[in-house]
């Protein structure tokens, strides 16, 4: 089983700017000359007045509000990915082949075999024909065909791969002979 990257969509953070109103109250202060006059009724010598010519000025002044303007950074927004693992079960079917063998007894094998259905070719009962080419071939009761033998006090039969071969070899001919036989058949008609 393998993985595969499945999308979820996205996450998307945009900025823009955003104008408030904002309102505040402050203080001016204003500057202004008054003139007035008083009557001021006492004597005064005449060396005491002064009788030069003079201006007198006096400065005027009002505050006007002006708005400075600075820059305080209240947040930041991060943005970053977060990954997980996780484990999850999958249940899914598979498939496969597999293999029934249907073995014969060996006297049963050895009537197909032979072709005059009761003699045994091997002259012991029980052998087939190719285990009886190995025992000939064996010495001393050790294989030298690499081929399995048949024990005739346990009856055990081990095929090997040359004595399975035979049995297929003879199983053909003997399916090409009956039907040469039946084709011969139909053609006599």
């Given amino acids: 089983m393998g993985k595969r ?27 202004h000359a008054d003139i007035f006059r008083r009557s001021v009724n006492e004597p005064a010598l005449a060396g005491e007045v002064d009788w030069s010519e003079k201006t007198v000025e006096v400065a005027e002044s009002h505050e006007q509000p002006v708005v400075n303007k600075t820059t305080n950074v209240k947040e930041e927004v991060v943005v970053r990915t977060d990954g997980s693992d996780r484990t ?31 003699a045994s070719t091997a002259g ?6 190719a285990a009886a080419s190995t025992n000939a071939a064996s010495t001393n009761g050790v294989n030298t065909t690499g081929n399995t033998t048949l024990n005739p006090q346990t009856r055990d039969n081990k095929p090997g791969m040359a004595e399975r071969a035979g049995e297929k070899v003879s199983e053909a001919k ?12 139909d053609h006599s008609h």
């Fill in 5 to 31: 990257l499945v999308s979820e969509g996205s996450t998307r953070v945009r900025r823009y700017t955003v104008t408030d109103d904002v309102s505040r109250d402050i203080s001016l202060h204003e500057q």
């Fill in 88 to 118: 999850e079960t999958i249940n899914d079917t598979v498939r496969r082949q597999e293999v029934d063998i249907d073995r014969n007894a060996p006297e049963a094998r050895e009537r197909a075999l032979s072709p005059n259905s009761g």
């Fill in 124 to 129: 012991s009962a029980g052998v087939t024909p």
């Fill in 174 to 185: 003997d399916k090409v002979e009956s039907k040469l036989k039946s084709h011969e058949y």
